[in-house]
T-cell receptor
Framework: DGGITQSPKYLFRKEGQNVTLSCEQNLNHDAMYWYRQDPGQGLRLIYYSQIVNDFQKGDIAEGYSVSREKKESFPLTVTSAQKNPTAFYLC?????????FGSGTRLTVV | DQQVKQNSPSLSVQEGRISILNCDYTNSMFDYFLWYKKYPAEGPTFLISISSIKDKNEDGRFTVFLNKSAKHLSLHIVPSQPGDSAVYFCAARDSGNTPLVFGKGTRLSVIA
């Protein structure tokens, strides 16, 4: 069953901690994306990767980092430099004419 | 600057009536448009799309209309059902291999 899996579904971060959100896909897509959803803000692009070992910053990359060592995996690290990390994070994998999204990770700072 | 705009944050419609969700864009290089539906705490799911060479695309109860001269598209849902209650995102891409650009979404409530 092909798809895209995000884990964990809920994540709590203490002030000053780095946390990593997982995104795995078995759709054999080259491109993968990370978006952040905040109330009233829509979906904002954090980082994207169109090929293994390459990635580009999106509109709100500050305080985040990514890696793309395998085609199937595109983890997102939320660093302590991200001042307002509480949000719903969505990973997507895409063809030029549409994305498949994961089910999301809700990150909360405690 | 916002390239894709959904100016109505919310919309309420009675069950059985038509729902019309609107989207405006500013980038004349956009050549493909999509609508996604999102329930709370879930990822968006693809609903319907339209290429810039068309002005209408229909899929069951869902129809998308594109007016290129006005840089405007709309999603019509007929008849509206309570299960259609969700947030709807308009998205667009240009002819290059660039990421989709999303609007802020419109929350549709279908009242029984």
């Amino acid at each position: 069953d092909g798809g895209i899996t995000q884990s964990p579904k809920y994540l709590f971060r203490k002030e000053g901690q780095n946390v990593t959100l997982s995104c795995e896909q078995n759709l054999n897509h080259d491109a993968m994306y990370w978006y952040r959803q905040d109330p009233g803000q829509g979906l904002r692009l954090i980082y994207y990767s169109q090929i293994v070992n390459d990635f580009q910053k999106g509109d709100i990359a500050e305080g985040y980092s990514v890696s793309r060592e395998k085609k199937e995996s595109f983890p997102l690290t939320v660093t302590s430099a991200q001042k307002n990390p509480t949000a719903f994070y969505l990973c997507a994998t895409g063809l030029p004419y549409g994305y498949t999204f994961g089910s999301g990770t809700r990150l909360t700072v405690v | 600057d916002q390239q894709v705009k959904q100016n109505s944050p919310s919309l309420s419609v009675q069950e059985g009536r038509i729902s019309i969700l609107n989207c405006d864009y500013t980038n004349s290089m956009f050549d493909y448009f999509l609508w996604y539906k999102k329930y709370p705490a879930e990822g968006p799911t693809f609903l319907i799309s339209i290429s810039s060479i068309k002005d209408k695309n229909e899929d069951g109860r869902f129809t998308v209309f594109l007016n290129k001269s006005a840089k405007h598209l709309s999603l019509h849902i007929v008849p509206s059902q309570p299960g259609d209650s969700a947030v709807y995102f308009c998205a667009a891409r240009d002819s290059g291999n660039t990421p989709l650009v999303f609007g802020k979404g419109t929350r549709l409530s279908v009242i029984a």
